[in-house]
């Protein structure tokens, strides 16, 4: 059933799903024959959001290899599925694969003078990253299908006028000087990849290694 809500909510350039798509999506005669199976939507919701953490891998290794290996594979899960990144801060993540997830994480912090507050903020500044850059890609694609400007070019075009009258006008000249930097087109500094490793570098100046 949550893989039948999962290809619900993946059609929605929103990530909405109803209990009328789910049971269309898995060949149910009606909608309330799905609550013989779970209590209400918002069940359905969190067996949909634990079965995606499923998915996400804490690797073996050293803190950095774990939690760099946590934020890479937690972005492959949320192209996958770009509802989760909406879902996953909305609710406690108490499912058992969820948990496996955090003790995991949390396992790869062992070692360090941190407190229980430090060690999941250090690992809820991975996930933040990999649910801000996943809920940014899900509200892009449902701007561009609002606005019908499925391509790079299609939302520049539509861009132009403004940018070019802004230009003239000479307001926000810093703005204006990256805007016609051609190096803005790069895409590693702005890559997921590349924030998470500034990220990493920044929790790593934080790490003292506990004494024995």
């Known amino acids: 059933m949550h893989r039948g809500g999962d290809r619900a909510r993946g059609r929605d350039a929103r990530g909405e799903v109803t209990m009328r798509a789910v049971a269309a999506r898995v060949g149910s005669s009606t909608p309330m024959s799905l609550y013989r199976y779970v209590g209400s939507k918002d069940g359905l919701t969190d067996l949909m959001v634990d079965a995606v953490y499923g998915e996400v891998a804490v690797p073996a290794g050293d803190w950095r290899a774990s939690l760099r290996g946590l934020g890479l594979s937690g972005w492959e899960a949320v192209q996958r599925h770009p509802w989760f990144a909406r879902l996953a801060f909305s609710r406690p993540p108490l499912g058992p694969h969820a948990l496996g997830l955090y003790d995991a994480a949390l396992a790869a912090l062992d070692g360090f003078e ?55 006008e000479g307001r926000y000249p810093h703005v204006i000087r990256w805007a016609n930097d051609p190096a803005r087109h790069d895409p590693a500094p702005q890559s997921f990849e590349r924030i998470l490793d500034w990220l990493l570098d920044g929790i790593e100046g934080t790490l003292v290694t506990t004494p024995g």
């Open 114 to 168: 941190l407190g229980a507050a430090e060690r999941m903020g250090a690992i809820n500044t991975v996930l933040g990253h990999v649910f801000g850059s996943g809920l940014a890609l899900l509200e892009e694609r449902a701007m561009r299908e609002r606005a019908g400007l499925p391509t790079d070019e299609d939302l520049a075009d539509a861009a132009r006028p403004y940018l070019q009258r802004i230009t003239e």
